[in-house]
């Protein structure tokens, strides 16, 4: 079984930046992708963005250019430096992980961005 804890989220003025982290534990595998996806209010879940491990990226066009996802192997551990950030930006953060078959979701930080 795995286990996603997120920590990070908060509320932020426009303009702003906040660092999300989510830390996996139990059985991962060395050959995985991990992520981080928003909700808003009466929207549907979107992916942010996602890093396998190899380092390749994907990102979301509304927030390429004031997001970077990072990830340390060792620690098991994503990271989303969202910078710049927007009122559209407001959601609840989920982390994701997917390895062979299954995946796994963190139980979701708030981001508020709002003067």
């Known amino acids: 079984q795995v286990q996603l804890v997120e920590s990070g989220g908060g509320l932020v003025q426009p303009g702003g930046s906040l660092r999300l982290s989510c830390a996996a534990s139990?059985?991962?595998?060395?050959?995985?992708?991990m992520g981080w996806y928003r909700q808003a209010p009466g929207k549907q879940r979107e992916l942010v963005a996602r890093?396998?491990?190899?380092?390749?990226?994907i990102y979301a066009d509304s927030v390429k250019g004031r997001f970077t996802i990072s990830r340390d192997n060792a620690k098991n551990t994503v990271y989303l430096q969202m910078n710049n950030l927007k009122p559209e930006d407001t959601a609840v953060y989920y982390c994701?992980?997917?390895?062979?078959?299954?995946?796994?979701w963190g139980q979701g930080t708030q981001v508020t961005v709002s003067s």
């Open positions: 139990g059985s991962i595998f060395s050959l995985n992708f």
């Open positions: 890093r396998w491990s190899d380092g390749s990226t």
């Open positions: 994701n992980l997917i390895q062979g078959s299954a995946t796994y």
